[in-house]
């Protein structure tokens, strides 16, 4: 089991920038995949971004592409979600996962992280 901190959350106005962190304990493997997702009230829990420990690999929601960037830090387990030119409708609360490989079911969860973006 992989234990999963997020943090960085906050109030920004609509165009401002902030950076999610995601730490992970835990062994982590080079085809396990990061994920990032976000909860907005009333909505379903949806998909922003992955990246997968070794390798290339991300995928983002369409969403967000062009605005938020996944990367990562292997020497501190960290996966980090960039967001910029942030809008009204990227407020949520933003969860970090992981999935043993591309295509699983995520099966670790943080505990969540709140972003609001006024207009």
């Known amino acids: 089991q992989v234990q999963l901190v997020e943090s960085g959350g906050g109030l920004v106005q609509a165009g401002g920038s902030l950076r999610l962190s995601c730490a992970a304990s835990?062994?982590?493997?080079?085809?396990?995949?990061m994920g990032w997702f976000r909860q907005a009230p009333g909505k379903e829990r949806e998909f922003v971004a992955a990246?997968?420990?070794?390798?290339?690999?991300?995928s983002y929601a369409d969403s967000v592409k062009g605005r938020f960037i996944i990367s990562r830090d292997n020497a501190k387990n960290t996966v980090y979600l960039q967001m910029n030119s942030l809008k009204p409708e990227d407020t949520a609360v933003y969860y970090c996962?992981?999935?043993?490989?591309?295509?699983?079911?995520?099966?670790?969860w943080g505990q969540g992280t709140q972003v609001t973006v006024s207009s």
């Open positions: 996962a992981t999935a043993p490989r591309v295509g699983v079911q995520y099966d670790d």
């Open positions: 835990g062994r982590t493997f080079s085809s396990a995949v």
């Open positions: 990246l997968r420990w070794g390798g290339a690999y991300t």
